[in-house]
């Protein structure tokens, strides 16, 4: 979830449809596929301008350094980091000479992953994301053919980042399409306060909105009415509310970031050299979207998950968990090296299971504690 401005990579001739397999860590798209002829881990990211490496994959995967740059994107920070290019092979398809970057990520944020794809790569194809299937196709928009079944809709490029035309509870404007933004849907600030969203929407709880780039992003949840795409409406989408002052969600020329979460309801397809979006509904598109019934949120640091946001009176404050306690397991599995995928499992149980949990204090006490899982959204 970030950008670069950069030089066009010499492309080679795909073949008309390429297919990769992916699985999802909290709604991010994780690929098996090569750089530089070695085998990598990366998440397919529509809202990175450029792909982007750690100090230790790069060092993995052998990368060159090139050159020094700032770069930002999610949270407020911009950060120093190193360019670097690559071969980059997923499913068959192939694209040299690959702009990217290498630097330090916040823990837990893609660190298991060993580099982001985003436009350099993805602007060459027309890119359909299966998320029923689970299924990534790469197609040679010369071989390209619609479902006439799809909505469709115009994809602008800003800043490399594809955006899209939508309408939130009667506010239009642009929306960034990033599937490296593992949650739902979030406000910019500038929407927030253009449009007085806080008096808006009363039922509201503060909580980690992201982890990108640039840090940690904290703001409010509250519920929306509709998302309309379209002739697709969205209804009851857990909705972020940014006040970040700099980066992705402080932008002035988006009213929302739309994440992983919404978008896997959909089979996915960005013609990038075509300029189209299309979207169709799969069986997932009536789940109900559910907010963390543990009454926390936090990140994965160290050797457990901490504790940045507490809902009063929610089931966390019950048990007397306060901001910067460490969460060390739940239900008996370790929170150090958990994921998102199955931290979210756990916290979206059922309202009233039971989640034992052991907890570190600031102190450095630890003590056993039972989660009653409910609404607090």
Not at 145 to 154: E, F, I, N
Not at 222 to 228: G, Y
Not at 291 to 301: C, H, T
Request: proline residues 6%; hydrophobic residues 40%.
């Amino acid at each position: 979830m970030f950008f670069l401005l950069q030089t066009p990579p010499a492309q080679v001739t795909p073949a008309p449809v390429w297919e990769v397999s992916f699985t999802m860590e909290g709604y991010l798209i994780a690929v098996e596929g090569k750089v530089n002829g070695k085998a990598a881990k990366l998440v397919l990211d529509t809202g990175a301008g450029v792909g982007l490496y750690t100090p230790k994959s790069a060092e993995k995967l052998g990368l060159p350094i090139l050159g020094q740059a700032m770069v930002g994107g999610g949270g407020e920070k911009m950060v120093p980091a190193k360019f670097t290019n690559a071969r980059i092979e997923l499913g068959g398809a192939v694209q040299e000479k690959q702009l990217g970057v290498i630097l330090e990520l916040p823990s837990g944020a893609k660190a298991d992953f060993d580099g982001i794809v985003g436009y350099p790569f993805l602007k060459n194809y027309v890119v359909q994301i299966d998320y029923a299937a689970k299924k990534v196709r790469f197609l040679d928009p010369k071989h390209f053919s619609p479902d006439p079944k799809a909505t469709q809709l115009p994809m602008t490029l800003r800043m490399n980042i594809p955006e899209i035309p939508g309408k939130i509870d009667g506010i239009e404007g642009s929306l960034r399409v990033d599937t490296g933004y593992s949650g739902t849907l979030t406000f910019t600030s500038p929407t927030v306060q253009k449009n007085e969203l806080s008096k808006k929407y009363q039922k509201r709880i503060e909580t980690v909105l992201g982890q990108g780039v640039g840090g940690v992003t904290i703001g409010e949840v509250t519920r929306i009415k509709a998302l309309e795409l379209g002739n697709l409406s969205v209804t009851d989408i857990v909705t972020g509310l940014s006040g970040d002052k700099a980066g992705a969600l402080a932008d002035t020329g988006t009213i929302a970031l739309l994440g992983g979460e919404v978008l896997s309801r959909f089979t996915v397809t960005l013609d990038y050299p075509g300029r189209r979006f299309f979207l169709t509904k799969n069986a997932d598109f009536g789940k109900p979207f559910i907010f963390s019934r543990a009454g926390f949120s936090g990140v994965f640091e160290g050797d457990g998950y901490k504790v940045l946001t507490v809902v009063p009176g929610g089931p966390a404050s019950a048990q007397g968990i306060v901001k910067d306690n460490i969460i060390l397991t739940l239900d008996d599995l370790p929170t150090k090296g958990l994921g998102l995928s199955k931290s979210r499992e756990i916290f979206r149980q059922e309202a009233g299971t039971r989640v034992k949990t052991r907890v570190r204090g600031s102190d450095g006490t630890v003590r056993e504690v039972v989660l009653i899982l409910k609404d607090v959204l």
